[in-house]
């Protein structure tokens, strides 16, 4: 299908944009059966949804004439969830309409209202707003419905779990009953079926799956990391991937706030977006990401939906989605217009589970492998630094600049090895604006059974095979002892003695054994395979429960491997006994404890 049946100023706006061909949604709502219907429509982001609506809303804006009548009370309005979403569509429809003479008008919370009623005012064929600010000018009656021939929702499913649902009815109320309502969304989950069903006459139900399946254009890896390590992980990355621009999620503002603080701190030009920004604040971060004076942005789901940064070429989910819509959104944050990117989850090797529901219920596959160590960065540098040099040597040199350079040859200090001692001066000067790469606890897994069998590309950070953990020998295998000095006298209690463990050596209860609780110290076992990983992160003590110590009870060997099998934690469970005791039993004294001194 082509755009040759628009009218000729829509066709002349597209072909100046370099439009071809309609993507599959634009081609979807452009069918003949889907000609003046209400409209409902799944598709991903970054699909071309708003040039698809606005080809739809065409016939309702111009009928058979080829212009757009005088600006005078809105014949349609588009509902967005966020400004800059909202921003975002009125950019896309002010070029669509501008051969057409349309003139479309922003009213969006953070904005002045009085120069958009001002705006209002002065007439408008299209209102694209936020539900907040959109209700508040109804109610005041600087927005007359009257005329209105459409209404869209954009991102429905996002304005639903916002909270915007009474905002919405109310909006849709004062609209009028003949009107055309269109719903675009990237899912349709119940709240969306039961809008639709309250507010649209015979809508036609229009899916449009990507290519390949969902965001074919992104490769998703999910990354196995320490929890503590999450920020570590994130330099990583960044300094692995080198991105023109680059995009980290987290749940918090909390979060957003602290991680900026760190990347900037290691060297990274970053801005942060969260909810408590003014527009003009927030304008100016996204206006530093695209001049090219920040590469990094660290943002809240909520802040970065709707943004728009064509040269995105990185996502990395510093702290995981809720849901798979989540993750879908801030994914398609890159992988846009054709272009490729990579979306990197970063798993807390105990939340692993949730890592792969999550990916299960997107549909998507991603490849599994430890976070980049820095042995992988400084490869990756040697490469990147040597191109550079070499591009640089290739460069016509200035004449003053090659005077210097045949002063310095001459120079006696460098009389030997003079080109490879400035070749090297030049590296090192290459180097020094570099972050420097983190030193990361490795985790060679193997894959779950479900991992194994999934097809398609296996790209990862490092290659080379995944040592499986040991498998259970005849009789047993014995498991490392270790010690801590909490016991019977300082109210050591089994409810949060398992936690603490796990918590403060990065492992899970099925990698603790057997459990005994003596008067002034407690003495467990650690599956043999995790051991060393127990150890390293017990020495890296952080929190309130820094001053328990932790120390191993007989040498430690073997580097760190985490099992995927739980069977497998219970492997070393055997007759034998920890070193210099009697009494094995992993049960606890049988009076009650007292009020515990240390947090559980």
């Known amino acids: 299908m082509s755009f040759d049946t628009l009218p000729a100023p829509l066709l002349a706006a597209l072909s100046g944009r370099g439009y071809a061909e309609p993507t599959p949604v634009q081609a979807a709502v452009l069918q003949p059966e889907a000609a003046g219907r209400d409209l409902l429509v799944s598709a991903q982001t970054g699909s071309g949804k ?27 309005l588009i509902v967005a969830p966020t400004r800059e979403l909202a921003l975002q569509v009125k950019t896309e429809l002010t070029w669509l309409f501008a051969p057409a003479g349309g003139r479309i008008v922003s009213c969006v919370g953070g904005m002045d209202p009085v120069a958009e009623r001002r705006l209002l005012s002065q007439g408008a064929h299209i209102v694209v707003g936020t539900p907040g600010r959109l209700r508040d000018h109804l109610e005041r009656g600087n927005l007359a419905p009257a005329a209105l021939r459409a209404v869209v929702l954009d991102e429905a499913d996002e304005m639903l779990d916002l909270g915007f649902k009474e905002e919405l009815e109310a909006i849709l109320e004062e609209t009028p009953a003949e009107r055309r309502t269109l719903m675009f969304s990237a899912t349709v989950p119940r709240g969306i079926a039961a809008l639709a069903r309250g507010y649209q006459r015979d809508a036609l139900r229009i899916e449009v799956a990507s290519e390949g399946g969902q965001h074919g254009d992104i490769d998703y890896r999910a990354a196995v990391v320490a929890p503590h390590e999450i920020e570590r ?27 900026q603080a760190n990347l900037a701190e290691r060297g990274f030009s970053t801005v942060a977006l969260s909810g408590e920004l003014s527009q003009a604040e927030r304008n100016r971060a996204l206006q530093s990401l695209r001049d090219g004076r920040a590469r990094v942005c660290v943002a809240t789901d909520v802040a970065a939906r709707g943004i728009d940064l064509p040269d995105l070429g990185l996502v990395i989910h510093a702290e995981l989605p809720r849901d798979p819509e989540t993750l879908l959104h801030r994914s398609g944050r890159t992988g846009r217009a054709g272009r490729k990117g990579i979306s990197v989850l970063l798993v807390p090797h105990t939340r692993r589970g949730l890592a792969q529901r999550l990916l299960s219920g997107a549909r998507v596959t991603a490849a599994w492998a430890p976070a980049p160590s820095a042995e992988a960065i400084r490869a990756r540098d040697a490469e990147r630094l040597s191109a550079q040099a070499i591009a640089l040597a290739a460069e016509e040199p200035a004449e003053e600049d090659l005077a210097v350079a045949q002063a310095l040859l001459a120079d006696p200090a460098l009389a ?14 290459l180097r020094a604006p570099l972050p420097a790469p983190e030193e990361l606890t490795e985790f060679n897994e ?5 991992d194994r069998r999934e097809t398609g590309p ?9 040592e499986a953990p040991p498998e259970r020998e005849p009789g047993g295998q014995e498991g490392i002892w270790f010690r801590m000095d909490v016991g019977r006298n300082g109210n050591a209690d089994p409810r ?16 603790i054994g057997r459990i005994r609780i003596l ?39 073997g580097p760190p491997r985490l099992s995927r099998r739980p069977e497998a ?14 009494d094995g039993a992993r049960k606890p004294a049988s009076r009650p404890p007292a009020k515990p001194r240390h947090p559980r």
């Not at 193997?446 to 479900?450: E, F, I, K, L």
């Not at 296996?458 to 995944?466: C, L, N, W």
Request: aromatic share 6%.
């Open 50 to 76: 708003t040039v698809a609506y606005g080809l739809a809303l065409a016939p309702e804006l111009m009928g058979d004439a080829a212009r757009l009548p005088p600006a005078g009370p809105p014949l349609a």
């Open 233 to 259: 992980a994130v330099v990583n990355i960044l300094r692995l991937e080198d991105p023109r621009i680059a995009m980290v999620f987290c749940a918090t503002r909390a979060t957003v706030t602290r991680l």
């Open 416 to 429: 030997e090895g003079g080109a490879q001692a400035l070749a090297a001066a030049l590296v090192r000067v």
């Open 446 to 450: 193997r894959p779950a059974a479900r």
């Open 458 to 466: 296996r790209a990862a950070y490092e290659s080379g095979p995944r």
């Open 496 to 511: 949060w003695l398992l936690p603490f463990l796990c918590r403060r050596g990065h492992v899970t209860r099925q990698e």
């Open 519 to 557: 008067g002034r110290e407690t003495q467990f076992e650690v599956a043999p395979y995790a051991a060393a990983r127990f150890a390293a992160a017990a020495r890296r003590a952080e929190g309130e429960d820094a001053h328990i110590k932790v120390e191993p009870m007989q040498p430690v060997k």
């Open 569 to 582: 934690a219970r492997a070393y469970s055997g007759p034998a006994e920890p070193p210099g005791n009697a």
